[in-house]
């Protein structure tokens, strides 16, 4: 999180000194900046005072050790820190809220608890669900005893026939599996072992499979055998229209296009640049979370 990260929004009302400032976070759900500024507003104005007040170099105007940055490089010769010092000074640290303005984002939806979290574990959930396979258990522990313990396969079929304990798929290459740490991959190999020692079928996909249509039909081949008969496996297998490379996406959030801005939110005279604003950044959500700090110059 950057200072960067909010952006400044100047608007002149031409034929007037008036100049308004908007201060907003153009992050999607918010940075949660605003909030902190607000908080510790007293804080915020009283350093202000000592970059304007208090430059190292004593400057005129304004210099690189007071009000100079790359960021504002464009205005630099407009800059004076006694100006604003003075402003400042007459503006003092109170704040006075004018109105709230509403999120116009839905809040992301809660997950239950036992549904995959994981982007590739959603992909891997829906590919085997396209198949037609049953409905698999996520993360379903099974106790291996000691010195093993618990393990949790990313997906758990039982066996329909009960030939076998069950189908266990772990999704590989993720940072709770099979990581650069030896002895992690030592204990994973370790359980995998036993669980096939104990009629457990283990399917192991690495993550990186996932974009690959044969490989993934030789896993669901390995998995429709025990789930749906071999037949049945064969023909998934040589007809993989289950299959989708392309990650689906459910947990981003909708993006807004600027027609669905409440511009009723906004004073008419903003009306204007604001909504080439918008019209330039579609991906953002301008009107979500604009707290704004209006003065007259
Ligand atoms: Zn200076």
């Known amino acids: 999180m950057e200072l960067d990260d909010l952006q400044i929004l100047t608007i002149a009302y031409p034929g007037s000194e008036r100049v308004d400032v908007l201060l907003y976070d153009p992050m999607p759900g918010g940075s949660g900046l605003l909030e902190q500024l607000l908080a510790r507003w007293t804080t915020v104005i009283s350093a202000a005072l000592d970059?304007?007040?208090?430059?190292?170099?004593?400057?005129?105007?304004?210099?690189?050790?007071?009000?100079?940055?790359?960021?504002?490089?464009?205005y630099h010769r407009y800059l004076n820190r006694?100006?604003?010092?003075?402003?400042?000074?007459?503006?003092?640290?109170?704040?006075?809220?004018?109105?709230?303005?509403?999120?116009k984002l839905p809040k992301a939806a809660p997950k239950a608890d036992?549904?995959?979290?994981?982007?590739?574990?959603?992909?891997?959930?829906?590919?085997?669900?396209?198949?037609?396979?049953?409905?698999?258990?996520?993360?379903?522990?099974?106790?291996?005893?000691?010195?093993?313990?618990?393990?949790?396969?990313?997906?758990?079929?039982e066996d329909p026939?009960?030939?076998?304990e069950g189908i266990c798929v772990y999704l590989?290459?993720?940072?709770?599996?099979?990581?650069?740490?030896?002895?992690?991959?030592?204990?994973?190999?370790?359980i995998r072992e036993e669980l096939r020692n104990s009629?457990?079928?283990?399917?192991?996909?690495?993550?990186?499979?996932l974009d690959d249509p044969q490989k993934?039909?030789?896993?669901?081949?390995?998995?429709?055998?025990?789930?749906v008969g071999k037949a049945k496996a064969k023909d998934i297998r040589d007809n993989p229209t289950w299959f989708e490379a392309t990650p689906s996406a459910p947990n981003q959030q909708p993006v807004e296009s600027p027609a669905e801005i409440d511009w009723s939110l906004f004073e008419p005279t903003w009306l204007p640049i604001l909504k080439s604003l918008a019209a330039a950044e579609e991906s953002r959500s301008m009107g979500e979370k604009i707290s704004a700090t209006r003065d007259k110059l």
Request: net charge negative; aromatic share 10%; glycine share 6%.
């Open 172 to 190: 590989d290459g993720m940072s709770k599996h099979l990581h650069g740490n030896p002895d992690t991959a030592q204990r994973d190999r370790a």
């Open 114 to 157: 036992a549904q995959p979290v994981n982007d590739r574990e959603s992909r891997l959930y829906e590919m085997l669900k396209r198949a037609g396979f049953p409905e698999p258990a996520p993360q379903k522990p099974i106790n291996l005893g000691q010195p093993l313990g618990t393990t949790k396969p990313d997906f758990f079929f």
């Open 82 to 103: 006694h100006t604003a010092l003075e402003k400042l000074q007459n503006w003092g640290d109170i704040l006075n809220q004018s109105h709230i303005v509403p999120a």
């Open 51 to 74: 970059v304007v007040g208090n430059c190292p170099s004593q400057c005129n105007t304004a210099c690189i050790d007071c009000l100079f940055t790359f960021r504002n490089a464009y």
């Open 199 to 209: 009629e457990y079928e283990v399917i192991e996909i690495p993550a990186g499979d």
């Open 216 to 227: 993934m039909a030789k896993y669901f081949f390995r998995i429709g055998r025990i789930l």
């Open 161 to 164: 026939n009960e030939d076998l």
